[in-house]
């Protein structure tokens, strides 16, 4: 449930993942998905202290990118930044080294240290033509730095090759592109709304000048503000499609959904926190 919820309501996922704790706190895969839920609800130390203990349980380096982020979190970048360096990021796979590069270029960038940041996300990796599921977040944070630097030219075509490798739309790569390019994008809704409102003000004051008839009354007046009121419902819903939560917590929360639904069942003796 936790893995189901994290993206849409990340609130209702940490809701779960205290009752799935409750029941099974003795089991890995529910101490990391807690820290994953807490790590999108952007409770930092309650999120470390889980990923701690999952990663004492299991003995495994792939939680390692997130404990340092959420060190990032605490307003302590420079701990994310010696995390960068020990021995555990060379046991983590390529894209467990990628997401420690970017938080330790987001450490750098915390620090107001910018060039190091860009030096930072500068790799193979990132130089590579082929599309990893990464691939994206690698070119975009690039043109990111890149743009807070000053460096607009380089900026604009980095963010074009995170375009052309973000096939899911997992980041904002097309909207800040256009926004370089002096394109305006203009909500076609918004304006239908506003012209449904003004023509319904018209109506109204017609009718108030020409019958005795309340508002709301079963005549013609009433039965049009009825239909603009249904359109503007039909256009706020359209136009307020809600956010998701962070990648990393979706991505790695998802993959415990099994082992966390089958762990709160097995173990209903509510042991105490690892």
Do not use: H
């Amino acid at each position: 449930m936790v893995a189901r919820l994290i993206d849409e309501e990340p609130e209702q996922a940490y809701g779960y993942s205290r009752v799935a704790l409750r029941l099974a706190s003795r089991v890995a895969a529910v101490r990391e998905a807690a820290g994953f839920a807490a790590y999108a609800t952007q409770r930092y130390p309650e999120a470390l202290a889980e990923f701690r203990a999952a990663r004492r349980m299991t003995g495994g380096v792939e939680l390692w990118p997130v404990m340092a982020d959420c060190e990032r979190g605490m307003g302590r970048p420079e701990r994310a930044l010696a995390m960068a360096g020990e021995a555990e990021v060379q046991k983590l796979d390529k894209a467990g080294q990628v997401e420690m590069r970017l938080v330790a270029a987001g450490a750098r960038r915390d620090m107001g240290q910018l060039d190091a940041a860009i030096v930072t996300l500068q790799s193979p990796e990132l130089a590579s033509n082929a599309v990893q599921p990464w691939t994206a977040r690698l070119r975009y944070a690039y043109a990111d730095a890149l743009l807070a630097a000053d460096r607009e030219t380089e900026a604009r075509e980095w963010f074009a090759k995170a375009v052309e490798a973000d096939k899911d739309g997992s980041t904002d790569a097309s909207d800040r592109l256009a926004e370089l390019d002096g394109v305006e994008f203009v909500d076609a809704l918004v304006d239908a709304d506003a012209d449904a409102d003004a023509g319904n003000g018209d109506g109204d004051g017609a009718a108030d000048a020409g019958t005795d008839e309340p508002a709301g009354s079963t005549g013609s007046t009433g039965s049009t503000g009825n239909a603009d009121d249904a359109e503007g419902a039909d256009g706020a819903a359209a136009r307020n499609p809600g956010d998701g939560a962070p990648a990393a917590a979706s991505e790695s929360a998802t993959a415990e959904t099994a082992t966390l639904e089958s762990s709160t069942g097995d173990d209903q003796d509510g042991g105490g926190r690892a």
